[in-house]
């Protein structure tokens, strides 16, 4: 009897000994299994960066759309006559559009800031909307478009800046309102106050316009700023419009481009072929241009 027994407890003894080897062994399985890696955070650049930067007169929104990382940027600007260029606003919402499928197009260390619509007033006269729009919302009554170019003052915003400011312009042969100071209007201000809060000065700022077809330099009192001169060339040849180096059809004063070029910040004018047309790809192409340009100035 005493050895049944004894045999027994060495069975069970082996028994658990099995059974505590065991549960080590299965414990370690699990406590040496690798854990999955977490999920790289990775930055969507496709989604711009938002800013309200003013009001118009009318109260409506002045807006940036800022893609791509850096304080080295380019600005593009639409519709700073309003509704009378709107084709000039749809092409900027284009390349917005362009640039969320495609935010590889911008150098790693640039960014693109756009103002698609820099007199929402003139292009809601002409259209009776704010924001985005489409070509049958426009009006086709030649006086209301024509209105559209001004903002709600009856300001010609492309004369309200501050180089050579006179009360007033001209327009082809007209004698236009330029405000009753230089950045007298809400959208003046807010284009300037956005550009000197800048950490860094613009690379460049581009206007789009219509309808000369072609691609016109910027200057105030110190002449041509040379990398103005540049990326007219750039722009022009790449979309094939006509470079001008001194816009001499009428005197211009207050325009946007000539206070760029008084602060010493390259500022060209790309005026497209007619009122009704984006020509995207010759504009894409001009855009290419610029930034293959300035990536190249960045390496150097």
Same mark, same amino acid.
């Given at each position: 009897m005493g050895l049944l027994l004894t045999k027994r407890n060495a069975v069970l003894t082996v028994v658990v000994i099995a059974l505590f080897a065991s549960l080590l &062994?299965?414990?370690?399985?699990?406590?040496?299994?690798?854990?999955?890696? %977490?999920?790289?955070?990775?930055?969507?650049?496709?989604?711009?960066?938002?800013?309200? &930067?003013?009001r118009?007169?009318?109260?409506r929104k002045i807006e940036t759309f800022t893609y791509g990382q850096g304080d080295r940027r380019l600005i593009f600007a639409g519709g700073i006559h309003g509704g009378y260029e709107w084709n000039s606003v749809l092409l900027a919402y284009t390349f917005m559009d362009y640039?969320?499928?495609?935010?590889?197009?911008? %150098?790693?260390?640039?960014?693109?800031?756009? &103002?698609?619509?820099?007199?929402?007033?003139?292009?809601?006269?002409v259209t009776g909307k704010d924001g985005r729009f489409t070509i049958t919302d426009i009006s086709t009554n030649e006086q209301?478009?024509?209105?559209?170019?001004?903002?709600?003052?009856?300001?010609?915003?492309?004369?309200?800046?501050?180089?050579?400011?006179?009360?007033k312009s001209t327009w082809r042969n007209a004698i236009v309102n330029a405000g009753s100071k230089a950045f007298s209007e %809400?959208?003046?201000?807010?284009?300037?106050?956005?550009?000197?809060?800048?950490?860094?000065?613009?690379?460049?700022?581009?206007?789009?316009?219509?309808?000369?077809?072609?691609?016109?330099?910027?200057?105030?009192?110190s002449g041509i700023l040379p990398t103005t001169l540049d990326i007219m060339n750039a722009y022009a040849e790449a979309a094939g419009y006509k470079p001008v180096k001194s816009f001499d059809n009428y005197s211009i004063t207050g325009d946007a481009e000539g206070w760029l070029a008084s602060i010493?910040? %390259?500022? &060209?004018?790309?005026?497209?072929?007619?009122?009704?047309?984006i020509e995207w790809e010759k504009?894409?192409?001009?855009?290419k241009a610029l930034l293959t340009y300035f990536d190249k100035e960045t390496r150097r």
């Open positions: &062994i299965f414990s370690g399985l699990f406590k040496k299994a690798p854990l999955p890696p %977490p999920p790289p955070v990775v930055s969507d650049n496709s989604k711009p960066q938002y800013a309200i &930067i003013g118009s007169v009318e109260g640039l969320s499928a495609n935010p590889d197009l911008i %150098p790693k260390n640039m960014a693109i800031t756009i &103002i698609p619509s820099a007199n929402p007033d003139g292009v809601y006269r209301t478009l024509e209105a559209g170019r001004f903002n709600a003052d009856k300001v010609d915003l492309n004369r309200n800046f501050g180089c050579k400011w006179q009360s %809400p959208e003046t201000v807010a284009i300037r106050d956005f550009v000197l809060r800048l950490k860094q000065k613009p690379l460049g700022v581009i206007f789009w316009h219509s309808q000369a077809g072609e691609v016109d330099a910027s200057e105030c009192e010493a910040v %390259p500022a &060209i004018t790309v005026e497209l072929s007619t009122h009704r047309d504009n894409l192409a001009g855009v």
